[in-house]
């Protein structure tokens, strides 16, 4: 049963920094491509960085030369490190994964805070 659980997340101040981990089950290897969106209160989902097997990365205007997208194939994680953190980034970031001939799994969402 695949599994997607989010951590790091939390408030901070802007300009600062937070590191999402995105810890999947069984494998990440199981799945084309992962990725972060986001859902700001009042606001449509959507994508923030995604990232392929073949480490193909793709980042929203928004948040380009801030936040770099990642994976650890040996941990099983997909990373999200963003930087220079703006207020207008707060909302829940969730985790997506998708694989060929299937729906997308998604993690519970994680919430991120930044205060001006």
């Known amino acids: 049963q695949v599994q997607l659980v989010e951590s790091g997340g939390g408030l901070v101040q802007a300009g600062g920094s937070l590191r999402l981990s995105c810890a999947a089950s069984?494998?990440?290897?199981?799945?084309?491509?992962m990725g972060w969106h986001r859902q700001a209160p009042g606001e449509q989902r959507e994508l923030v960085a995604s990232?392929?097997?073949?480490?193909?990365?793709i980042y929203s205007d928004s948040v380009k030369g801030r936040f770099t997208i990642s994976r650890d194939n040996t941990k099983n994680t997909v990373y999200l490190q963003m930087n220079s953190l703006k207020p207008e980034d707060t909302g829940v970031y969730y985790c997506?994964?998708?694989?060929?001939?299937?729906?997308?799994?998604w993690g519970k969402g994680i919430l991120v805070t930044v205060s001006s």
């Open positions: 069984p494998s990440i290897n199981i799945f084309n491509a």
């Open positions: 997506k994964c998708e694989r060929n001939f299937d729906i997308p799994f």
């Open positions: 990232i392929t097997t073949s480490g193909r990365t």
